[in-house]
Antibody, heavy 121, light 107 residues
Framework: EVQLLESGGGLVQPGGSLRLSCAAS????????MSWVRQAPGKGLEWVSS???????YYADSVKGRFTISRDNSKNTVYVQMSSLRAEDTAVYYC???????????????WGQGTLVTVSS | DIQMTQSPSSLSASVGDRVIITCRAS??????LNWYQQKPGKAPKFLIY???SLQRGVPSRFSGSGSGTDFTLSISGLQPEDFATYYC?????????FGQGTKLEIK
């Protein structure tokens, strides 16, 4: 059974930093692209970033230069390091794996339960 | 960026009805279109990929069609568990964009 478990969310001040983690199990993690998708309170879904199985990274313009996605295949974990956080980054952050191997993370198969990031003073 | 526009934004229907949700892309995306279902307080669920292929475990009352810029999600014989918000998403190019969502409510 595929499981994705996010952690690391919380309250952070504007301009601060936070690192989210997503621990994966139930599939061969190293073969699949992984992604982060967020949802602001009461709003729709927004793709944030993806990392391919080979380590290529992709970002939404809204987070480029501030967020860094990475993966540790030995720990079956994907991370997103978030810095220079803004109020508009407040959202539930979900991690998701890709549907098939060898992609760049363009679709979102299994999702975690999400972790809430609140940026406020 | 490719803009995805769904219509309607909300929809009321009864159990047993057939509903259609449309999704339009601002440029051609071939068949690179996915659909997700989200219930309140829950993570989205992957329903359909490549415009018309059902993801594993998704009931056959769900179907998708379209290519280019215009796509539809159809649900026939609505069940109580189908009342949720539905999102389309283009997987043609980054940034991977979603539609604004269609909330399907019980009439």
């Amino acid at each position: 059974e595929v499981q994705l478990l996010e952690s690391g969310g919380g309250l952070v001040q504007p301009g601060g930093s936070l690192r989210l983690s997503c621990a994966a199990s139930g599939f061969t993690f190293s073969n699949y692209a992984m992604s982060w998708v967020r949802q602001a309170p009461g709003k729709g879904l927004e793709w944030v970033s993806s990392i391919s199985s080979g380590g290529s990274t992709y970002y939404a313009d809204s987070v480029k230069g501030r967020f860094t996605i990475s993966r540790d295949n030995s720990k079956n974990t994907v991370y997103v390091q978030m810095s220079s956080l803004r109020a508009e980054d407040t959202a539930v952050y979900y991690c998701a794996n890709s549907r098939i191997t060898g992609t760049t993370g363009e679709d979102f198969d299994y999702w975690g339960q999400g972790t809430l990031v609140t940026v406020s003073s | 960026d490719i803009q995805m526009t769904q219509s309607p934004s909300s929809l009321s229907a009864s159990v047993g009805d057939r509903v259609i949700i449309t999704c339009r892309a601002s440029q051609s995306i071939s068949s690179h279109l996915n659909w997700y279902q989200q219930k309140p307080g829950k993570a989205p669920k992957f329903l359909i990929y490549a415009a018309s292929s059902l993801q594993r475990g998704v009931p056959s009352r769900f179907s998708g069609s379209g290519s280019g810029t215009d796509f539809t999600l159809s649900i026939s014989g609505l069940q109580p568990e189908d009342f949720a918000t539905y999102y389309c998403q283009q997987s043609y190019s980054t940034p991977y964009t979603f539609g604004q969502g269609t909330k399907l409510e019980i009439k």
